[in-house]
């Protein structure tokens, strides 16, 4: 009985939401309700003086001006309760994504929203095949908050590999820089062969360092933005030496080659460091599953034996 009521209440609840859409959809559509206000129209006209919370909702359409801006709302509420925007913020400088932290939390609104919309749908689908319980109602939540933590993961994850993909290019880019220094050439000048001869995430990096400084930026101030924004040990040793270097006159080559010695020594260490971790991993399957299986098997015989009476 209460699995009848329970399926009836999920099949009321899915026409209800279906109707108040439909309804919510043709209200939109009426010129009344969906025109866009004096405000709105207005905004794009006075964007340099006009706050970015008035220029919300000036795209056309009323349905579309309004969703945009319960979006908006929710983001900021969202990043409001979560916090963390500074660890945001290294993690997409080191995963080399723009947008901010605001377009992050959108993307993890629309992730939980996904994960939300979709676990609704598995409670329907549980409730038409007649095995809804109620605590399957808890599904939809638990599936929105770990898709957003999914996408938390991923950003976590991204900025991993890219780390690890610039520290592995940090040697060789430095000892290219050396080279060209060695042969007489000026510091800017050797930054913007190499960038110019090879690629990688490390190049794009001082790619844009030069960029900077061609368009009047000091190179030290850009060569420490790239340091703060990737926020690396072996990364901001080698910028604090090398503006070093340029303060003082020291010989920008040997201190590169000093810097290569030391970020490839470090790459070893990590390397050896990787290996341990993988090896203990490994030791894993053998321990868990090989092993008792080869016990289960040694005993099992003796085992029936001894049952039957026959040693």
């Given at each position: 009985?209460?699995?009848?009521?329970?399926?009836?209440?999920?099949?009321?609840?899915?026409?209800?939401?279906?109707?108040?859409?439909?309804?919510?959809?043709?209200?939109?559509?009426?010129?009344?309700w969906g025109a866009r206000s004096?405000?709105?129209?207005?905004?794009?006209?006075?964007?340099?003086?006009?706050?970015?919370?008035?220029?919300?909702?000036?795209?056309?359409?009323?349905?579309?001006?309004?969703?945009?801006?319960?979006?908006?709302?929710l983001r900021d509420r969202m990043?409001?309760?979560?916090?963390?925007?500074?660890?945001?913020?290294?993690?997409?400088?080191?995963?080399?994504?723009?947008?901010?932290?605001?377009?992050?939390?959108?993307?993890?609104?629309?992730?939980?929203?996904?994960?939300?919309?979709?676990?609704?749908?598995?409670?329907?689908?549980?409730?038409?095949?007649?095995?809804?319980?109620?605590?399957?109602?808890?599904?939809?939540?638990?599936?929105?908050?770990?898709?957003?933590?999914?996408?938390?993961?991923?950003?976590?994850?991204?900025?991993?590999?890219?780390?690890?993909?610039?520290?592995?290019?940090?040697?060789?880019?430095?000892?290219?820089?050396?080279?060209?220094?060695?042969?007489?050439?000026?510091?800017?000048?050797?930054?913007?062969?190499?960038?110019?001869?090879?690629?990688?995430?490390?190049?794009?990096?001082?790619?844009?360092?030069?960029?900077?400084?061609?368009?009047?930026?000091?190179?030290?101030?850009?060569?420490?933005?790239?340091?703060?924004?990737?926020?690396?040990?072996?990364?901001?040793?080698?910028?604090?030496?090398?503006?070093?270097?340029?303060?003082?006159?020291?010989?920008?080559?040997?201190?590169?080659?000093?810097?290569?010695?030391?970020?490839?020594?470090?790459?070893?260490?990590?390397?050896?460091?990787?290996?341990?971790?993988?090896?203990?991993g490994m030791l894993l399957p053998?321990?868990?599953?090989?092993?008792?299986?080869?016990?289960?098997?040694?005993?099992?015989?003796?085992?029936?034996?001894?049952?039957?009476?026959?040693?």
């Open positions: 009985m209460v699995r009848v009521m329970l399926t009836d209440l999920a099949i009321a609840v899915l026409c209800g939401a279906a109707f108040g859409l439909g309804c919510w959809s043709l209200l939109m559509m009426t010129s009344r004096l405000v709105q129209r207005v905004a794009p006209y006075v964007r340099d003086i006009v706050p970015e919370a008035a220029m919300v909702g000036i795209a056309p359409g009323g349905g579309g001006a309004l969703l945009r801006d319960i979006a908006v709302r990043a409001g309760i979560l916090g963390g925007s500074a660890s945001i913020a290294r993690r997409l400088a080191q995963a080399g994504r723009d947008g901010g932290v605001e377009g992050f939390r959108g993307r993890q609104l629309a992730w939980g929203l996904a994960g939300l919309l979709a676990g609704a749908l598995g409670v329907v689908a549980l409730a038409l095949a007649g095995a809804l319980t109620p605590p399957a109602f808890a599904v939809p939540i638990l599936a929105g908050v770990g898709a957003m933590l999914a996408c938390d993961v991923a950003l976590s994850a991204a900025a991993r590999r890219r780390a690890t993909r610039i520290q592995e290019e940090l040697p060789t880019v430095l000892e290219f820089v050396s080279l060209c220094l060695a042969a007489g050439e000026g510091l800017l000048d050797s930054l913007r062969r190499v960038t110019a001869a090879g690629t990688g995430e490390f190049l794009g990096e001082l790619r844009a360092a030069v960029i900077e400084t061609g368009t009047g930026s000091n190179l030290a101030d850009a060569l420490g933005r790239v340091s703060w924004r990737l926020q690396l040990p072996g990364v901001t040793r080698a910028v604090d030496q090398l503006v070093a270097a340029l303060d003082r006159g020291a010989p920008l080559a040997g201190v590169l080659q000093a810097q290569a010695s030391d970020a490839r020594e470090e790459g070893k260490r990590a390397l050896i460091e990787r290996a341990g971790r993988n090896e203990i053998v321990v868990f599953l090989i092993l008792p299986l080869s016990v289960i098997f040694a005993l099992f015989p003796a085992g029936q034996l001894l049952e039957l009476g026959m040693w």
